[in-house]
């Protein structure tokens, strides 16, 4: 068995034809660049994108098959120089009668099998060039078509106010699928503003696997939150048995942000931003007197829960802190292309790579900085109400 570094969740912003296929997302993520950012910066053995369903998206993926640079990796996905592998996913927006929104991310195992989902979704969809785009059914339908399909089903981001399962549509999972329908989940996706200890106080969910993931709108982006398999090889077949952790695959570590830096973590004024920090929340603002509220993804966790504070399923993999590189004050994006350059990939960087040997390029500050990544000790400022949370040193 190996291990492999892995983000199921990457946009890509435009097509090489020039058609913006995710809004807003950088122009500077195509397929081509994530892959060269997977391989070159990052040091990711495996990569999502999740606008697969785009025909131009698909268009641009034929065109690297053309030219050899991907290869068709057995066991599904494709293989990019040999050094990083593709997985090919849709972001879909499903809407229940209640009017919550809710965000879902689909995976299959190559081109042909994406675009019989792009034939089926385009009956639903009203612009499926684009990304995200709401499919006009709720949650139930589109686990239906997954699994006719026989697609990997994850809900994203499940806490966020806006857009998810648990933030804007129910308390229950349960709630919203059968029991056949909930058989077809292959995994949730946990979001920036919520770890392991947070979501496992949601009993329903110790059945599922989770998983770590950017949903990257920009090419540093990638990677501020990953995960540790444990595989045969990296292909799509040996990512579907980790997720139901059959055979001895498995989802070994979450690397992710403390989730006070997420920008959804605190309650927050739905007018002036002021975020809340009295508890309970008070229901009007103390800054602008209004009663519009953002609920954070703490305060609608702690409404929801079932589970007491700090139990988890024996099965459950380590969540590790990690504040992503960007953040980190004293480094900025020179300092680390220069690291990358010299020392290796981010994840080596992360991993491996000497504190003296980081010292030695980017001098006492910034190896102070990558020591507190690595030890968790980082001090942190929290986030809401749209902002992230700042990074410190100890
Ligand atoms: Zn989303
Ligand atoms: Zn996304």
């Not at 050094?83 to 965000?103: Q, R």
């Not at 010292?359 to 990558?370: D, H, I, K, T």
Request: charged residues 20%.
């Amino acid at each position: 068995m190996n291990r492999y570094f892995a983000d199921f969740h990457i946009h890509v912003g435009i097509s090489e034809s020039g058609k913006w296929v995710k809004i807003p997302t950088s122009r500077q993520l195509t397929v081509r660049t994530i892959l060269d950012t997977a391989l070159q910066r990052k040091g990711l053995q495996i990569v999502a994108i999740v606008d697969a369903m785009s025909p131009w998206v698909q268009q641009d993926i034929g065109r690297l098959l053309e030219e050899g640079r991907l290869v068709a990796q057995a066991g599904g996905g494709y293989r990019y120089h040999n050094g990083v592998t593709l997985l090919l996913g849709a972001e879909i927006e499903t809407c229940e009668e209640s009017g919550g929104m809710c965000h879902s991310l689909l995976y299959l195992p190559d081109l042909p099998a994406m675009q019989e989902l792009t034939k089926e979704m385009s009956r639903h969809i009203r612009n499926i060039g684009l990304s995200s785009q709401n499919a006009h059914m709720p949650l139930r339908q589109l686990a239906s078509i997954a699994r006719i399909h026989q697609a990997l089903f994850v809900p994203a981001h499940v806490f966020t106010p806006h857009k998810s399962l648990y933030g804007a549509c129910s308390p229950r999972m349960s709630s919203l699928l059968n029991e056949a329908d909930l058989a077809v989940v292959s995994a949730v996706e946990l979001g920036l503003s919520a770890d392991t200890v947070m979501a496992d106080r949601i009993r329903e969910l110790w059945g599922f696997e989770f998983l770590t993931n950017s949903d990257a709108h920009s090419p540093e982006k990638i990677g501020r939150e990953y995960n540790l398999l444990e595989l045969a090889a990296p292909s799509y077949g040996e990512c579907v048995l980790a997720f139901k952790r059959q055979a001895g695959r498995r989802v070994l570590e979450n690397f992710g942000m403390d989730p006070r830096l997420g920008k959804y973590h605190q309650s927050c004024c739905g007018q002036c931003e002021t975020i809340f920090s009295a508890s309970p929340i008070q229901p009007t603002c103390p800054s602008c007197g209004c009663t519009k509220l953002v609920k954070g993804v703490a305060d609608r966790i702690e409404e929801i829960a079932d589970a007491p504070d700090g139990l988890h399923p024996a099965t459950r993999p380590q969540y590790r802190y990690q504040a992503p590189l960007y953040m980190l004050p004293g480094l900025g994006g020179k300092t680390l292309a220069k690291l990358v350059e010299e020392l290796g990939t981010e994840m080596e960087l992360i991993h491996a790579v000497s504190l003296a040997e980081i010292q030695r390029v980017g001098g006492r500050r910034v190896a102070a900085a990558m020591a507190a990544v690595r030890n968790g000790t980082a001090t942190v400022q929290s986030g809401g109400g749209g902002i992230y949370g700042k990074v410190g040193l100890p």
